[in-house]
């Protein structure tokens, strides 16, 4: 249908609209909709370096470098194109994960759903195996669900609650992690 104004947004709905809007060059800035970010303490940024932050680096054509359509190849090359991930989405440590996943359902629905609960703690686990190959148990996953499990980890990113709500320390474990991923062994600069 026609666009439409709604509660202070534009809403698209002509599919031409929606196909130029999406396929178009995008410039971008530290923001996630409406949230500010904190340049400074962005991936990539925080250590002087070029952002890796994906949502703060502009399309070649609206302002960028050709940074994005990089970066974009390298997750689709190293991550959601690899024959390697395809092979996880069907190995048999995701086939234990689902089952798991079932068995923690019928057991316990009431607890199911809660924060740290069984549903969250196989979606972080069953991400991290098929895209980056981690099999996280122990400290590991104990770092990842901190940082990952509700609004805490976002805090250190967004203007002004960042500066208050410093998670420096947990990026650094949850880094170290994936930097070991089996997905990132093969890594590349520049290619």
Not at 51 to 74: Q, R, V
């Amino acid at each position: 249908g026609p666009n439409f104004c709604c509660a202070g947004e534009v809403v698209l709905g002509e599919h031409a609209e929606v196909e130029r809007s999406l396929t178009s060059p995008q410039a971008r800035k530290h923001y996630l909709g409406q949230t500010r970010f904190i340049p400074s303490h962005c991936p990539g940024e925080d250590l002087g370096q070029r952002t890796t932050f994906l949502l703060a680096i502009s399309d070649e054509g609206a302002g960028g470098d050709g940074d994005h359509a990089k970066f974009k190849a390298c997750m689709g090359r190293y991550f959601f194109g690899s024959a390697e991930m395809a092979a996880r989405r069907q190995d048999g440590v995701s086939a234990a994960l689902i089952a798991g996943l079932a068995k923690d359902y019928s057991e316990s629905p009431s607890k199911f759903f809660q924060s740290g609960g069984a549903l969250e703690t196989f979606t972080i686990k069953y991400l991290h195996y098929v895209i980056f190959g981690l099999e996280l148990q122990g400290p590991d996953l104990d770092a990842v669900m901190t940082f990952m499990s509700g609004d805490s980890g976002n805090t250190h990113y967004i203007w002004w609650f960042g500066y208050f709500k410093n998670q420096k320390s947990s990026i650094d474990k949850v880094a170290a992690i994936y930097e070991r991923a089996p997905a990132l062994q093969m890594f590349e600069e520049g290619v």
